[in-house]
């Protein structure tokens, strides 16, 4: 029974580079700051979301390094926030310190925006759930027109397929997403053999 549940979960997949930029627009203009932060810093980390969500301002060294403990490996992961992360670090401690929120440069860097939370005048300090990043996604994806499944996964997803794409290398992004197989890496970021065969056709040296 577990195993056909499992099967019934539908695939998500990575955003194309367009898609990723009108829905930056559109989060943008919709205020919707921390859930803009999550996707930036999300394709630019490529974490497994139960790590992602669970990061905290502490986490961060002097020299914008992180070094975490990865839930699903319990395996050491050790990554450096980009320029992009790092702006979306501070435009998240802006937004917490402009709403009042007393854990506006400490906790959680992805904190809850469920009314239930605001309402006890940021008392408590909690991540944003799974199930409500994913909420917002649909709602904001659908508004702009992706017709493809997509939910947390395709943030770790769309950092393979677009790194994949610019460099063609995959054994970096098995390193980086933690797989042993080159196969199963690219079946996960969404490149089919055909697509292989029209690298091998096009790249003439």
Do not use: F, R, V
């Given at each position: 029974m577990r195993e056909e549940k499992k099967n019934l979960v539908k695939e998500v997949y990575p955003f194309s580079r367009g898609d990723l930029k009108r829905l930056r627009k559109k989060l943008k203009e919709s205020e919707k700051i921390v859930i803009l932060s999550i996707i930036d810093i999300g394709v630019n980390?490529?974490?497994r979301y139960s790590d992602?969500?669970?990061?905290k301002f502490?986490?961060?060294c002097d020299?914008?390094?992180i070094r975490i403990i990865e839930k699903k490996t319990k395996k050491l992961k050790e990554l450096k926030l980009n320029s992009v992360c790092i702006c979306a670090i501070k435009n998240l401690k802006k937004y917490y310190k402009n709403k009042?929120?007393?854990y506006w440069d400490k906790g959680y860097i992805f904190k809850s925006q469920d009314r239930k939370y605001l309402k006890k005048n940021f008392e408590v300090d909690i991540p944003i759930t799974n199930n409500s990043f994913n909420r917002y996604l649909k709602k904001y994806t659908k508004n702009i027109g992706i017709?493809?499944?997509?939910?947390?996964?395709s943030l770790r997803k769309t950092w393979g397929k677009l790194y994949y794409e610019k460099y063609k290398d995959i054994g970096t992004v098995m390193k980086i997403l933690n797989h042993s197989s080159e196969v199963n890496t690219l079946r996960y970021i969404g490149i089919s053999r055909k697509k292989i065969y029209q690298v091998y056709e096009n790249f003439k040296i």
């Open positions: 980390t490529a974490l992602l969500s669970k990061l502490e986490d961060i020299d914008n390094s009042g929120n007393k017709n493809y499944n997509t939910g947390s996964h």
